[in-house]
């Protein structure tokens, strides 16, 4: 049973009380890079280490990263908003990364200039409604080459840290 419109519009207005960080996921499938911002993002262990990322269901990149088996997470600076809106579109892959200088670590394409990266082996992927939980195993982390605050998701738009 699904739930109403009504219900998922209520369910999205409180939980845009709740701050997020913001992170592009990235892969590499046979025609190149692929990639998409996720908020639903966060760490699950620290014995194994361990992170949990939502896919849409729909997302390309969630198949590329089912066949690797393996993902990029690249975290975002407070001013990397249009970076994240370009990674949210569904602009075909290669345009995504035109311009975005990106690097290829441990097998996974890297984004020059965010706070923090990491790769992961894909553990599990588990199905979640409409989205699909995916657990990574990291395997390499690093803060990014970049300082500042983070880029948050709050009540529907991009935020930094005041």
């Known amino acids: ?3 109403s419109d009504g219900a998922q519009q209520h369910f999205r207005s ?7 960080g913001v992170a592009v996921v990235t892969g590499v ?21 361990l992170v949990l990322v939502c896919f849409d269901n ?8 089912r066949d690797v088996g393996r993902f990029g ?4 600076r407070a001013d990397q908003g249009t970076l994240s809106r370009v ?4 602009l ?3 345009e995504k990364f035109a311009g975005v200088p990106h690097h290829i670590e441990d097998g996974v394409p890297i984004i020059e200039g965010t ?30 080459d970049a300082h500042g605050d983070p880029l948050v998701w709050y009540r529907g738009d991009y935020r930094g840290i005041v």
């Open 73 to 76: 997470l690249n975290m975002l």
């Open 115 to 144: 706070l923090a990266w990491m790769t992961c082996d894909l553990e599990e992927l588990h199905p979640g409604g409409d989205h699909t939980i995916g657990v990574g195993a990291v395997r390499a982390m690093m803060p990014g």
């Open 92 to 94: 075909p892959e290669h």
């Open 58 to 65: 729909d997302a390309r990149t969630l198949p590329i990263v």
């Open 29 to 49: 499938g046979e025609r190149g890079p692929v990639g998409m911002t996720a908020n639903a993002v966060c760490s699950l262990s620290l014995d194994p280490l």
């Open 87 to 90: 990674f949210a579109s569904k």
């Open 14 to 20: 409180l939980f845009g009380h709740f701050p997020t």
């Open 1 to 3: 049973m699904s739930a």
